[in-house]
Every structure is written in structure tokens, then in C-alpha cells.
């Protein structure tokens, strides 16, 4: 099997995980990864049960599209933003996750209410300014927000996370996703949220680096 086919075997069953825990309704959402010179991203349209690895778009970094192909995500222009602005990242998960989606319709962020925040790379995850989906705008807006972070809420939208590979793309969208809904139950105690500080954070965001399996040292 050629890193090709794997790969597009990789974004299928992403997705469809993706769906599988509720993390994407119906057809909203989509993921996607780099090879080569280019990414592939899932295509528009189609029900996550039916994908097949053909189904998935390949498209070079300047947005071309080879011929004979499905036609890409409408969002598609911010994972290739995303991938020319940050050499890193090797993978994107974007989804319309139920207490993200409520946060971000609020326009709110997830602050320090909870060390775990950190897990995205940051003392909190931003909530970017709203554009319509698929506009130069809104790439532009994604890009800045995880200039800092790896992950974001998009106001009016959804939220987004990148990552080393597939699997931990998918893993950061959940744990942002059980953030949200843990700051949104928090919030609906009519109580004024206790934040951790910036010095706090910063310890946090140190202890993380030497965390789990592959820390070094």
C-alpha cells in the first residue's frame, strides 16, 4: 500500500470517527492531512458513511485540483491557509461540535477555568472573528487564531484543531469539545468562573512538555 492510499484510508476513518462521536451533525465538518507537495480533504456533499479513500480530493498547496476528482470542501481554503502558514502542522480537524458551536456562536473563548486548556497550546482557546464560510477572510482569521494555539473557536461556526498526524488532530477537537461543555455547565451555575492566572497557566503549559509517552528526558 502506498503512503497515499493509507493516508486517504486515514482521513476516512478520521472523519467517520469524527462523526461517530458526535462531533460533526449530519455532514458538517471536515478533515484533512498533508502528503507530499499538497493535502487531501474530504469532499462536499457526501454523508460521512458513504466515503470511500477514492472519494477523498487531493489538491496542491496553491488550491489546484487534479482532474477526474470529487469536488473538495467548501472549506478548503483554510486548511490550505492553515498548512501554508504553519509548516508543522500535518493534519486538521474542523467540526460543528454542540457546546463549541454554542460557545462560538456566543462569540466567547474558553479561558483558564480549567488547567486542562492548555492542551491546546495556550493560556486559552480564542474565538476568532465570524466570515462566511470558504472566503479569503475566514483563512485569514483561522490563521491568526492559531498563530499561538492549536486550536480555535470560530465564531458563529464551529471549531478547529490541528496536530502532528491524524489521530491527535481528532484527539484535540474532543478534548476542546469536553472543555466547551464543561465551561458552559459551569457558566450555567450562575457563578462567576474562577480562572487560573498566566503564571499558573505557564507552569501548566511547562509540565506539558515533558507529558506522556513521548516526552523526552
Known amino acids: 500500500m502506498s503512503e497515499e492510499t493509507s493516508l486517504r484510508r486515514q482521513v476516512v476513518e478520521t472523519a467517520q470517527a469524527m462523526s461517530a462521536k458526535g462531533l460533526s451533525p449530519q455532514r458538517s465538518g471536515n478533515v484533512s492531512v498533508r502528503t507530499g507537495n499538497g493535502i487531501l480533504v474530504t469532499p462536499t456533499g457526501l454523508p460521512y458513511a458513504d466515503y470511500e479513500p477514492d472519494d477523498m480530493v487531493k489538491m496542491s498547496m496553491d488550491g489546484t485540483i487534479a482532474e477526474d476528482q470529487k469536488k473538495p470542501s467548501s472549506e478548503a481554503p483554510f486548511h490550505l491557509a492553515i498548512y501554508n502558514a504553519f ?114 497557566m505557564a507552569e501548566v503549559l511547562d509540565r506539558f512538555k515533558g507529558y506522556g509517552q513521548k516526552a523526552q528526558g
Open 87 to 200: 509548516p508543522d502542522a500535518e493534519a486538521i480537524v474542523h467540526c460543528h461540535s454542540m457546546a463549541a458551536t454554542a460557545l462560538a456562536c456566543a462569540r466567547m473563548e474558553i479561558p483558564a477555568f480549567h488547567y486542562m486548556v492548555a492542551v491546546a497550546g495556550g493560556v486559552d482557546s480564542p474565538c476568532v472573528p465570524y466570515a462566511t464560510f470558504g472566503t479569503q477572510e475566514l483563512s485569514d482569521f483561522v490563521a491568526k487564531g492559531l498563530a499561538e494555539r492549536d486550536a480555535c473557536l470560530m465564531a458563529n461556526h464551529g471549531q478547529i484543531a490541528i496536530g502532528r498526524d491524524l489521530g491527535s488532530a481528532l484527539e484535540l477537537a474532543h478534548e476542546v469539545e469536553v472543555l466547551s461543555e464543561q465551561y458552559v455547565k459551569l457558566l450555567s451555575l450562575g457563578v462567576e468562573p474562577i480562572l487560573l492566572g498566566d503564571a499558573e
